[in-house]
């Protein structure tokens, strides 16, 4: 099992910037992959970036050139900073990460951008 926690959201003014975390605990050592995905109100959850164990890191077309996925030293911790945002970044901003076949999801923590 695995426990994974978020937080770093709030309110910004478009432009703003905003670093998420996402802290993973329990079985820690067979994490894989962690990513970060969003819902915006009555629209599917969508991706955004993920990072592999190795640290290679994909982007979302929406969000590349402004977002930056990255994971601490010790592999347990993911980041996303997000710089430059714009109203329509304006979701719940959810970690998940990948164990074996499973994959596991934090509760969200929520990112308004204000025009």
């Known amino acids: 099992q695995v426990q994974l926690v978020e937080s770093g959201g709030g309110s910004v003014q478009a432009g703003g910037s905003l670093r998420l975390s996402c802290a993973a605990s329990?079985?820690?050592?067979?994490?894989?992959?962690m990513g970060w995905y969003r819902q915006a109100p009555g629209k599917q959850r969508q991706w955004v970036a993920s990072?592999?164990?190795?640290?290679?890191?994909n982007y979302a077309v929406s969000v590349k050139g402004r977002f930056t996925i990255s994971r601490g030293n010790n592999k347990n911790t993911v980041y996303l900073q997000m710089n430059s945002l714009k109203p329509e970044d304006t979701a719940v901003y959810y970690c998940?990460?990948?164990?074996?076949?499973?994959?596991?999801w934090g509760t969200g923590t929520q990112v308004t951008v204000s025009s």
């Open positions: 990072i592999t164990t190795g640290g290679s890191t």
């Open positions: 329990g079985s820690i050592f067979s994490i894989n992959d």
């Open positions: 998940n990460a990948g164990v074996a076949s499973r994959t596991y």
